[in-house]
């Protein structure tokens, strides 16, 4: 009796729910028949609808403030060593009077009134430092350039207090400059590293790409570090590199020879022949030392 009861329950369950779908027009999906052409037309519809989206956000123009947003690099040339800034204390200060002989110069072009982007790229560079083992100063030199014409002096020291707080170094070190400037100055530097950027009126910002340059004593671009973080073995060796091994330590100038930038990935790599090349120099002089105990040996026996 209580399994008749069950059976028409769930008979009259699905009567109810069946006549529900009826009324609602709506067709099982175990009972609905295959249609390939109706499947087929579905697909292409949705598959058109998506291009056309697709072609409709390429067609938008890219915002003007963007269309100059790019680096070109410029490895090997020099950047215009004449032209002059002035520092977080109020002097007119030359470029050419921060490259010294065997010293390498961080170069970060950015403004002090950024919100984000800028500060990430110099508290970035302030991390990677951190981890190099190179002091400031002693192994390096470092130069922050403001892109915008507008901001001070006064403006400029607050941040390269903050900076180099947070570096570890007293907040007035002349070793890192802070500098302001006019926008013929700033657009003649920016040019000469290929560092594109622009102002947006709507947003009353700078748009700018996130890069650090790495220059050498003599003022040419060597590296160029994209980002807001940084390896400081990516760092570190781009220092020593453009150095000339003149700073850092013999380890440091054997891993150059390990490792080579790889503009692709953006970094420094294992540099394969010159593990090889570094292989062999060890082998050999390991032979050679043996040859020498060996003849010395033969020396004392009379044999030679």
Known sequence: ?????????????????????????????????????????????????????GAALAADPMPRALESIEITEKIGEPIPLDLTFTDSTGKERRLGQFFQPDKPVILILAYYRCPMLCNLVISGT????????????????????????????????????????????PTTDPSWAFMTGADVQVHALAKSVGFGYSYDEDTKQYAHPAVIFVLTPAGKISRYLYGIEYSPRDLKLALVEAADGKVGTSLDRVLLSCFKYDPALRRY??????????GALVVFAMLSALLAVLWRRELKRGTV
């Open 1 to 53: 009796m209580k399994e008749v009861e069950s059976r028409k329950f769930r008979v009259g369950r699905t009567s109810t729910r069946q006549a529900v779908l009826d009324r609602l027009g709506c067709i099982p999906l175990n009972s609905r028949p295959f249609n390939f052409r109706l499947w087929s037309f579905d697909c292409c519809f949705a598959l058109f609808s998506i291009l056309l989206s």
């Open 126 to 169: 302030v991390n990677a430092l951190k981890g190099t083992g190179l002091k400031l100063g002693r192994d390096f030199v470092a130069l922050t350039v403001s892109i915008d014409p507008s901001e001070t002096p006064q403006l400029a020291a607050e941040r390269k207090a903050g900076h180099l707080q947070a570096l570890g170094e």
């Open 269 to 278: 790599g294992f540099y394969v022949w010159g593990i090889l090349k570094g």
